[in-house]
């Protein structure tokens, strides 16, 4: 198993008030996503499990774009990887992020 952590500074907080959500499931071709709400507003950590090696530079560019996208300041993001394709990473941290978003 591989694991990659990655920072972020962000423009702004994630807006709304959702403490935490998860997204996805761990099975085969896909991944979950556990995002919580525990970093200084404009701090995003990213730690990253996947048994798939030599994709680094995909997943820095994934989630550069999703940064870039979605602004994640506060949080803390957890993925479990099973080999999931780029598309499906980024699907699942923009459901992540609206559930975030949420008022509760």
Do not use: H, K
């Amino acid at each position: 198993m591989i694991t990659l952590t990655l920072r972020y500074t962000t423009r702004a907080p994630m807006p709304g008030n959702a403490r935490r959500a998860l997204v996805g499931v761990v099975a085969s071709g896909n991944l979950e996503v556990l995002l919580e709400r525990t970093l200084p507003d404009t701090e995003c950590a990213v730690e990253i499990a996947t048994p798939v090696r030599g994709y680094d530079e995909v997943w820095t560019a994934v989630l550069a774009d999703f940064v870039e996208r979605a602004s994640p300041g506060g949080l803390r993001i957890s993925i479990n990887d099973s080999g999931a394709r780029p598309d499906t990473v980024a699907l699942r941290l923009m459901q992540g992020a609206r559930l975030m978003e949420a008022t509760r």
